[in-house]
C-alpha cells in the first residue's frame, strides 16, 4: 500500500504536464459513461486488483447525509479486474482537468499508471500492454467506506441516490456493461452485489427499471406508493410502473 501511495504522488505529479497521447483505464461509470473524447478504446484488464464497492460518494451516487457506494480497486497479488481504457489525444486538453475533477476532487480518488492488458483479438494471440492512467480510491480519503457484509452494501446501494442518478443504476449498468462487452470476465463481488440488490428490490417491490432512468420517461402519469415497510420507506417517491429487469 505505501508503494501504491508513492506511485499515485508520481503519476499526479506526471499527468499535469502531460502533452502525449495517453490511455486511462475505467472499471467503474467511465466503463459506460467516460464523458470526453478519445481516439480509441479497447476492452482489457489490470493485474494486481480487485474491484470493491468500497468508496462512498456525495456528489455523483449519494449525498452528504446519504452517501452511495462506489467502485474502487484494493491491492490483490492474484487479483484481476477487468474494464475498458480509451485513448486520449495529445491535443485534448479537457479531457484530463474534466477527469481531476470527477474523478479527484468530486470522488476523492488518487491517480497511479498501471499496466493495461488488451483483450486480445483473436484468440491464442498476445495483446501489448499499455500504461495507462488509473483512478484508485485509497483508505485515508475522506468519502471510504471500507468493507462491509456484502447485504448491507446492497441495501446502502438500493437506497442512495445523488445529482448524477441512483446507485442502483451505477451498479446495474457496470454490470450489464461487463455481460455485454467482457463476457469471460469473472468479478464475484460486483455480481454477487447485483444479485442481491435484485432480490431485495423485488422483497420491498422497488422498481428498478424507475432507478435506472428508463421508467421515468414512459410512464410519468403512474404514480405508484413506495412501500411503507421501514427499509423502503426510505428509497425516494418515484413515478413509475413497476416492472423489475
Known amino acids: 500500500m505505501d508503494k501504491l501511495r508513492n506511485e499515485t504522488s508520481s503519476s499526479e505529479s506526471k499527468t499535469e504536464s502531460n502533452k502525449e497521447p495517453f490511455w486511462v483505464f475505467g472499471y467503474g461509470s467511465l466503463c459506460w459513461n467516460p464523458g470526453f473524447e478519445y481516439q480509441q478504446s479497447l476492452t482489457g484488464y489490470v493485474k494486481g486488483f480487485s474491484r470493491r464497492f ?10 452528504e447525509d446519504k452517501p452511495g457506494r462506489v467502485a474502487t480497486l484494493i491491492e490483490d497479488k492474484e487479483g484481476i479486474t477487468w474494464g475498458k481504457a480509451f485513448l486520449v489525444a495529445a491535443e485534448n486538453s479537457v479531457a ?21 492488458h488488451p483483450t486480445p483479438f483473436l484468440p491464442a494471440t498476445r495483446a ?51 455481460r455485454e462487452e467482457i463476457p469471460e470476465a469473472l468479478d464475484d463481488h460486483l455480481f454477487s452485489l447485483e444479485r442481491l440488490v435484485r432480490k431485495f428490490a423485488a422483497d420491498f417491490k422497488i422498481c428498478l427499471r424507475s ?22 420507506s426510505r428509497i425516494p417517491e418515484k413515478k413509475l410502473r413497476c416492472v423489475n429487469m
Open 96 to 116: 484530463l482537468p474534466y477527469l481531476t475533477k470527477r474523478e479527484c476532487k468530486l470522488g476523492g480518488y488518487k491517480t497511479c499508471v498501471v499496466n493495461f
Open 128 to 178: 501489448d500492454k499499455k500504461d495507462a492512467l488509473l483512478y484508485i480510491a485509497l483508505p485515508e480519503n475522506k468519502h471510504w467506506l471500507g468493507s462491509a457484509p456484502l447485504p448491507d452494501i446492497a441495501k446502502q446501494i438500493l437506497e442512495c441516490r445523488g445529482p448524477s442518478g441512483s446507485n442502483v443504476e451505477y451498479l446495474l449498468r457496470l454490470a450489464d456493461f461487463m
Open 211 to 232: 432507478l435506472v432512468g428508463e421508467q421515468e420517461r414512459e410512464e410519468r402519469e403512474v404514480k405508484v406508493a413506495v412501500p411503507s415497510n421501514q427499509f423502503a
Open 54 to 63: 468500497w468508496q462512498g460518494n456525495t456528489t455523483h451516487r449519494g449525498t
